[in-house]
Structure formats: C-alpha cells, structure tokens
C-alpha cells in the first residue's frame, strides 16, 4: 500500500496549510491514523492522531494550532496546519497509528516549509 500525503508547500510564518492523505478503502477502515514529520537531521516524530471514531490528541508543540481530522466516507486523513512556525518546516507522513505495529511504507511524504 502506498499513502500519498499532499498539500505541502511554502508559507510564511502566521501562515496555514492543510494536508490531505487518501488511501484505499480496505488500507483505512478501523484503524487510527495520524500524521507525522520529520525535520532535517532528526528523527520522525508524531504530530497527531485520530481514532476510527474520531477521538484526537496532539503532540503539545502543536496543540491549539493544528486540527487532524478524517472523512470515512472518503478514505481521507487530514491536517489543518494554522499559525504556522519556522519550526513546523518538515516532512510530512500520514500513516496508521501506531506506526509501529499497523504502518505501511512511509511514501515521501509532503515537504512544508515555513519562512520566517
């Protein structure tokens, strides 16, 4: 299975961004999902996840800024980026959650840059 996260791009500090990550049904269903980035030169963190029913938690350098969220119907995991800050520049993954032990391949995720 390949996930394809989009949605990245430039921005400027105070700036928003949402993500998008579609994926095969059979690949989304009853599974928690969560979105994820890695910096240059560090290791990949989580930055959210969601439940299958929608229950969310955030990494706190985040918190109050940025909104995961799913759309069941459409197989589709997303992240509203807001009041972004030069050290959200990363890569971002989606991928089930926890990685670890329901994850797939990583893709190449979707490079957010934020300029200050």
């Known amino acids: 299975v390949q996930l394809q996260a989009s949605g990245g791009g430039l921005v400027q500090t105070g700036g928003s961004r949402r993500l998008s990550c579609a994926v095969s049904?059979?690949?989304?269903?009853?599974?928690?999902w969560a979105w994820y980035r890695q910096a240059p030169g560090k290791q990949r963190d989580l930055v959210a996840r969601?439940?299958?029913?929608?229950?969310?938690n955030y990494a706190d350098s985040v918190k109050g800024r940025f909104t995961i969220s799913r759309d069941n119907a459409k197989n589709a995991v997303y992240l509203q980026m807001n009041s972004l800050k030069p050290d959200d520049t990363a890569v971002y993954y989606c991928n089930r959650y926890p990685s670890s032990t329901y994850g797939t391949s990583w893709g190449q995720g979707t490079q957010v840059t934020v300029s200050s």
């Open positions: 969601i439940t299958n029913g929608g229950s969310t």
């Open positions: 049904r059979s690949f989304f269903d009853n599974f928690a």
